[in-house]
């Protein structure tokens, strides 16, 4: 088997004594599109932090084309691009200002093709705090990719947003994976089994398990056969 690019190994987390998560290891060897499902509470965006070094793990590692992301952090965050949950906007900046600043902080050069790729070209001047939900996602997925990342990660990024721009970011899912690692989390069971090469289950911060997409798999009967959801009151 190829030498792993991406290597998480026995991470844990805890937090006020709480176990967000609970010796997650697995492996990437190549680029591909890799889904984290769960409950809520399950720890998905707990590990996509980590993965994206902007949390450390209380135990275990993570390295990633052979940086850690805790001793090579500097090293490792030039590979990495991530998108968070919640948009980053900066209210009295227009896109292209947001993003020609994002660049500056990277340290990298701002592409304007990455306007046409994320199709920000409708609002490449107005203000973010004007824009829809779905441009700020666009945005924000312009931001984690401004550095053209080997490893892009993204925490629910089709929350929120309408049928048309589910599709959209579908497509550009597919196409990031051709030559990188993509690892996103979401709810939507049918957009992780059509764009997914891997699904990882997770549920209380443990792997539960680790699935390779084949044509037949039933990803809906695998999830409800792992997963539970405890009722509150």
Known sequence: MDKSLLTVQNVSFSLSHQVLLDAISFAVHKAQA???????????????????????????????MGKDSQSQRQSYLKLVGYMPETPLVMPELTVKEQLQLVARLKNCVFQEELIEQ??????????????????????????????????????????????????DFRRMIKELKKDTIVILSTHYLAEAQMVSDRVLIMQQGKLLDDVIMQVDTNLEELYMRHTHV???V
């Open 34 to 64: 890799i889904t984290l499902l769960g409950p809520n509470g399950a720890g998905k965006s707990t590990l996509l932090k980590t993965i994206a070094a902007t949390l450390f793990p209380t135990q275990g590692c993570i390295e990633f």
């Open 230 to 232: 405890q009722e509150t």
């Open 118 to 167: 994320c199709q920000l070209g409708r609002v490449v001047n107005k203000r973010c705090n004007q824009l829809s939900l779905g441009y700020k996602q666009r945005l924000n997925l312009a931001g984690a990719l401004i550095n053209k990342p080997k490893l892009l990660i993204m925490d629910e990024p089709l929350n929120g947003l309408d049928p048309h721009l589910i599709i």
